[in-house]
């Protein structure tokens, strides 16, 4: 039960691994906090109920397909986002910014329970991922499995994007020094854009691919976006390792803390995060007072 919890745990800080990523990616371009993320990992997850019965039910690349389909469609929707309303508050205050995204979130969940109603809705695991692998004795689902290889693919792509590329290039400088990148001629606003669809797309992309292992509902944005920040706090906002160490951290501790600790998995998180806290806090004082 350890193994196939480990497992689990893997799979899920994967996950959390692309939200909280695109998370980051947006907060260290355009230095706002997104929290309407979680909406749009939502957004993937209805999307994806609504295109696997139609691109090959039941089958795992059809089921991959219409992930990727949802994602795209997200992706563009956070595009829209960004060139409708969040480009008009760069540079603005900081409590504007909260009251936008907040907003949005709003707007969405309302959208989602017209069109889906307050009730949970399933995706259907594809066929070919819903059996077990046999190791030894031990029984290890393989849809945990197959997730985690497909979210590892995409951070590897994510990873080579950003550093051997020229857009992920041009992605660092702008998040190390918007300014300078203006003054050489790079247009701004387009990497701003880029960047959030992204960031959207792979929460869309989380949200998709963990669709079949829950029920999805319309708070679904509520309880995401509270793991992926923490992810966040633990990791650091606006670094992309940091971010995958936290997320595995999390996502194991959630694992194995619902196995041994059913009651607390959650205050578990919580304690790890207030633990990371307390030692940056000693590590900037230079260690604890005698």
Same mark, same amino acid.
């Given at each position: 039960?350890?193994?196939?919890?480990?497992?689990?745990?893997?799979?899920?800080?994967?996950?959390? /691994?692309?939200? !909280?990523?695109?998370?980051?990616?947006?907060?260290?371009?355009?230095?706002?906090?997104?929290?309407?993320?979680?909406?749009?990992?939502?957004?993937?997850?209805?999307?994806?109920?609504?295109?696997?019965?139609?691109?090959?039910?039941?089958?795992?690349?059809?089921?991959? !397909?219409?992930?990727?389909?949802?994602?795209?469609?997200?992706?563009?929707?956070?595009? %829209?986002?960004?060139?409708?309303?969040?480009?008009?508050?760069?540079?603005?205050?900081? $409590?504007?910014?909260?009251?936008?995204?907040?907003?949005?979130?709003?707007?969405?969940?309302?959208?989602?329970?017209?069109?889906?109603?307050?009730?949970?809705?399933?995706?259907?695991?594809?066929?070919? $991922?819903?059996?077990?692998?046999?190791?030894?004795?031990?029984?290890?689902?393989?849809?945990?499995?197959?997730? /985690?290889?497909?979210?590892?693919?995409?951070?590897?792509?994510?990873?080579?994007?950003?550093?051997?590329?020229?857009?992920?290039?041009?992605?660092?400088?702008?998040?190390?020094?918007?300014?300078?990148?203006?003054?050489?001629?790079?247009?701004?606003?387009?990497?701003?854009?880029?960047? /959030?669809?992204?960031?959207?797309?792979?929460? +869309? $992309?989380?949200?998709?691919?963990?669709?079949?292992?829950?029920?999805?509902?319309?708070?679904?944005?509520?309880?995401?976006?509270?793991?992926?920040?923490?992810?966040?706090?633990?990791?650091?906002?606006?670094?992309?390792?940091?971010?995958?160490?936290?997320?595995?951290?999390?996502?194991?501790?959630?694992?194995i803390g619902v196995m041994y600790f059913p009651r607390l998995?959650?205050?578990?998180?919580?304690?790890?995060?207030? !633990?990371? %806290?307390?030692?940056?806090?000693?590590?900037?004082? +230079?260690?604890?007072?005698?």
């Amino acid at each position: 039960m350890l193994l196939i919890q480990l497992v689990n745990g893997l799979m899920e800080g994967m996950t959390l /691994f692309l939200i !909280a990523s695109g998370l980051t990616l947006i907060f260290g371009v355009t230095r706002i906090i997104n929290f309407a993320h979680g909406s749009l990992f939502m957004l993937g997850a209805f999307l994806t109920h609504e295109l696997v019965p139609v691109i090959a039910p039941g089958s795992v690349w059809g089921f991959f !397909a219409a992930v990727t389909l949802a994602a795209l469609v997200v992706g563009l929707i956070g595009a %829209l986002f960004e060139i409708g309303v969040l480009r008009r508050i760069y540079g603005k205050d900081a $409590l504007l910014q909260l009251i936008v995204t907040v907003a949005l979130v709003l707007i969405i969940r309302d959208l989602v329970r017209m069109i889906w109603g307050a009730n949970s809705v399933t995706v259907p695991m594809p066929d070919g $991922l819903a059996s077990a692998l046999v190791i030894g004795d031990t029984y290890f689902p393989v849809f945990p499995l197959a997730v /985690f290889v497909a979210s590892l693919l995409v951070v590897l792509a994510m990873i080579w994007v950003i550093y051997f590329t020229r857009a992920g290039i041009l992605l660092r400088a702008g998040t190390d020094d918007r300014g300078m990148l203006a003054l050489l001629g790079v247009n701004e606003t387009l990497i701003f854009t880029c960047v /959030f669809a992204a960031g959207a797309f792979l929460a +869309g $992309l989380a949200g998709g691919i963990g669709a079949p292992y829950g029920e999805v509902h319309y708070l679904l944005d509520t309880s995401i976006i509270v793991s992926a920040f923490i992810v966040c706090v633990i990791g650091g906002l606006g670094n992309l390792y940091g971010a995958l160490a936290g997320a595995l951290v999390v996502g194991l501790t959630k694992a194995i803390g619902v196995m041994y600790f059913p009651r607390l998995s959650m205050v578990l998180i919580f304690l790890v995060m207030a !633990a990371v %806290l307390f030692a940056r806090s000693l590590g900037r004082q +230079g260690g604890p007072a005698r």
